[in-house]
């Protein structure tokens, strides 16, 4: 066939199919998207994220309001910025938002979405938070490990004060203890080569000893890198054309960090089958990992677990129960140092409740409502997570008249909510004694105005555990110690910077010294 007649076929075959493309479209209802700045061609509106998104977002939700739409690439991104949009997403229409998108880093880092975080909201998903709830996080089995949070307070507690007053990285101590106590809780014994690191590593597990792969020093750069990649925006998940071209660099590191984990991890659960092999009927569960075993060698689940999903859950617990504590607690501290009429009265609290002779257990929290208002107001100022983690809307939508497309990307923003000046006085300062205020008041609190934790079907599955660890460390780092900045720096002058990854995290360590504020021997028990 001659070129002419080529052409004319072609159009004669196009041109109906662009006309019928044409008015599909233009018969398409048009969309009424909450409101938001107009986006540029393929970046979208990435040209108006800075490093810190949570305070990008803020800043662009005070100008949008309650409820707006940002297209990161070319992805339509809602965020909701008040008490009621966080009631509408997590409450309302929970399921329709219990997604997650697919990301570069649930696909590389948890094995192509085999763990809790990243998987999708379906019947593994809905199977392995049953496990979770069941038969990790029950009331009866995070009791049974209250010894391992006493006893890793206690060293660490003693660790301190050895420091004789001289300046310490808070956040070191503090990473040893949550990661020796979610350690001996998951693995079941501090799984880490002693190194350079000083870790005081005493389990008697003479048969293991030599296994030991890698230092906590090496683990604790491996979860920070973890925590960072899984939160950066990694322009090859919005921008479609750059999925393969990795500009940033950032699936390689992932790549990277993940064979890491899964050395370790493959290492951990054949140590664990290992001990189950040679202990025959006599076996029982003593950590997670064994449970998780269990679990997934069960045929009589419906959904199975794989070996590659017992890794992601293990790796999961382990990245969620130390770097979030740790950060919480130097939060808490850096604030109140800021603040010594707040020590003041939580001193006062912990002297008359407990006295000067004992340490605090986990049953006094209770009885300690400033500690646990403390607690609150730093998850308030500091949420570990501002923007929750992201969800994906299965279903389109309307919330508030508003269309949400499916397929978008739902983000919920408790760094604006928990600064809203309709819920919170002052909102910018930090002031425990307003929930007490709140009581007192008996103002109902508004429902979704405090979500250090998320809510609905993808709410944090460990904050049980995670409270427990911080408010017993933190009223016992308050009763043990009066804690002061190193060379004449003023409270007025500290750091407050953020750096943003999954998990935000002061930027510049806080550097204090500890001095003993109990009788001497108290630290030797
Ligand atoms: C200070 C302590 C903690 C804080 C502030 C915290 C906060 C959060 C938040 C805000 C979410 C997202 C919820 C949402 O998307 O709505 C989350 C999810 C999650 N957290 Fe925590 N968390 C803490 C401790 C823990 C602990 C101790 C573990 C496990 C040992 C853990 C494991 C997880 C997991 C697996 C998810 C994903 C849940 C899902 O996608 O369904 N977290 N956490």
């Not at 809790?116 to 979770?132: C, E, I, N, V």
């Not at 003479?206 to 899984?230: A, P, W, Y």
Request: glycine residues 6%; charged residues 25%; aromatic residues 8%.
């Amino acid at each position: 066939m001659e070129a002419q007649t080529w052409a004319a076929c072609a159009a004669a075959c196009l041109i109906p199919l662009a006309l019928l493309l044409l008015t599909n479209h233009l018969r398409r209802p048009k969309l009424n998207l909450p409101p938001g700045p107009k986006p540029w061609p393929v970046i979208g509106n990435f040209n108006l994220i800075g490093p810190l998104p949570h305070h990008s977002i803020h800043e662009l939700s005070e100008k949008y309001g309650p409820i707006m739409t940002l297209k990161f690439g070319s992805i339509p991104v809602i965020i909701g910025s008040t008490a009621q949009m966080a009631t509408n997403f997590l409450k309302n229409n929970d399921e329709i938002f219990a997604g997650r998108p697919k990301t570069a880093a649930g696909k590389y880092t948890t094995y192509n979405y085999s763990n809790m975080t990243w998987s999708d909201y379906g019947p593994y998903f809905r199977q392995a938070r049953k496990l979770w709830s069941m038969h990790l996080f029950s009331a009866k089995r995070l009791e049974s490990y209250e010894y391992i949070r006493v006893e890793e307070l206690n060293l660490v507690l003693r660790d301190i004060f050895n420091t004789n007053g001289e300046k310490i990285t808070l956040k070191d101590h503090l990473s040893n203890f949550s990661l020796n106590v979610i350690s001996r809780v998951v693995l079941g014994k501090r799984y880490l080569d002693k190194g350079n690191d000083n870790d005081n590593d005493n389990d008697n597990d003479n048969e293991h000893q030599g296994k030991k792969i890698v230092t906590s020093k090496e683990f604790k750069l491996m979860l920070d890198e973890l925590f960072i990649l899984n939160g950066v925006l990694n322009l090859g998940d919005w921008i479609p054309c750059l999925k393969y071209l990795d500009i940033q660099g950032y699936v390689k590191r992932m790549k990277k960090v993940a064979k890491k984990f899964d050395r370790f991890m493959e290492n951990v659960l054949d140590e664990h089958n290992a001990r189950r092999a040679k202990e025959k009927d006599k076996w029982v569960p003593k950590d997670m990992v064994d449970v998780l075993l269990q679990y997934a060698n069960d045929p009589n689940h419906e959904v199975k677990i794989e070996r590659d999903g017992v890794k992601a859950f293990t790796q999961d617990l382990i990245a969620g129960g130390t770097d979030t504590s740790t950060i919480a607690i130097e939060w808490a501290i850096t604030e109140l140092i800021r603040k010594p009429e707040i020590i003041a009265k939580a001193t006062e609290e912990l002297d008359h409740v407990i006295g000067k002779e004992r340490w605090i257990q986990e049953g006094d929290i209770q009885n300690l409502p400033y500690i646990r208002n403390i607690v609150k107001e730093t998850f308030r100022l500091h949420p570990v997570t501002p923007l929750l983690v992201p969800r994906l809307s299965k279903e389109q939508v309307k919330v508030e008249g508003y269309d949400i497309p499916k397929g978008s990307v739902v983000l919920v923003n408790t760094f604006t909510i928990h600064r809203d000046p309709n819920l919170y006085e002052k909102p910018q300062e930090f002031c425990p004694s307003r929930f007490i205020e709140k009581e007192n008041k008996e103002v109902k609190s508004q429902e979704f105005e405090h979500l250090p934790f998320g809510s609905g079907r993808r709410k944090c599955p460990g904050y049980n555990l995670g409270l427990k660890i911080i408010e017993l460390c933190l009223a016992n780092l308050l009763h043990g110690f009066e804690w002061k900045l190193p060379d004449n720096i003023k409270p007025d002058d500290l750091d407050m910077e953020e750096i943003f990854s999954l998990a935000n995290s002061k930027k510049i360590p806080l550097i204090v010294c500890a001095h003993p504020r109990l009788p001497r021997h108290m630290y030797s028990t």
